[in-house]
């Protein structure tokens, strides 16, 4: 059995539990945020996911807090232009900011692309996404070894809860334009992401740069488990335990 498949995706949080838990983690990261800027160190957040796995959502719960002026998310779609003249990380490259500019930077979907949907959809040949590994390792190795603190998600739901969600928003006006008819191609390949999505966790998750699973078929828990392992992880690296309210 793969390794996400043994993943139990029930796990949830009562009402109050998950307001409490979302609140303490919201506010310690805002102080280390400021401890960041203090000590001139930036935290870069990696999120991947399924379709529909919360990326966007997770993400708005951990940026509430902060400083405005600390953080950016970076939602960067396929290479065009300078950047598709160049190797595939140096539109990451030349996005990452300064400790003085921005502490916080956030990519909603990443370098990864490269052994995800370049992979699966034929974007790209299978040596170049083969050596990716070696390369995305490496980058991570520099960014870390200039000070910057990583930490990476994989969202992961069941096929079940995402074709649940797909339903949702094309049953919901405000909400249809998130689903395309990428979504559902995607979809009809799941087998094939999965499988490289398995590697992915394999060869990339290092001692600089561990990945970090999560449970996301109920919201509430994968906010709160993001939340909280960012709390642990810039703690750990700042040596600094926030407060706890």
């Known amino acids: 059995m793969a390794m996400l498949e043994k993943l139990k995706l029930d796990r949830q949080l009562s009402s109050k539990e998950y307001e409490r838990r979302l609140l303490t983690a919201q506010l310690q990261l805002r102080e280390l945020a400021f401890q960041l800027y203090a000590r001139k160190r930036s935290l870069v957040v990696v999120y991947e996911g399924w379709d529909a796995a919360g990326k966007g959502g997770n993400i708005r719960r951990v940026t509430e807090k902060l400083d405005p002026r600390g953080y950016e998310v970076l939602s960067i779609a396929a290479p065009a232009g300078e950047d598709k003249t160049h190797h ?7 996005r990452l900011k300064p ?14 692309g490269r052994v ?6 034929g974007f790209c040949p299978e040596a170049a ?3 990716a590994y070696r390369e995305i390792n490496d980058f991570e190795r520099q960014l870390s070894a200039a000070g910057i603190i990583i930490a990476k998600f994989w969202i992961h739901i069941s ?3 995402q074709l649940r969600r797909f339903d949702q928003r094309a049953d919901t006006a405000y909400k249809r334009w998130k689903l395309t008819d990428e ?9 094939q992401y ?21 449970e996301g078929d109920f919201k509430w828990w994968a906010r ?6 960012l709390v642990k992880t810039v703690s750990k690296h700042l040596n600094h335990k926030p407060e706890i309210r």
């Open 88 to 94: 595939y990380l140096y539109r990451f490259w030349r």
């Open 99 to 112: 400790p003085d500019e921005k502490q916080v930077l956030l990519f909603d979907r990443s370098w990864y």
């Open 116 to 121: 995800l949907v370049e992979r699966v959809e």
């Open 129 to 131: 996404w083969k050596r």
């Open 159 to 161: 096929k079940q809860e």
């Open 183 to 191: 979504d559902w191609r995607n979809r009809e390949k799941w087998d």
């Open 194 to 214: 999965l499988e490289a999505v398995e590697e992915m966790l394999l060869k990339t998750s290092t001692l600089v740069a561990p990945w970090t699973v999560v």
């Open 224 to 229: 709160v488990k993001c939340l909280e392992t």
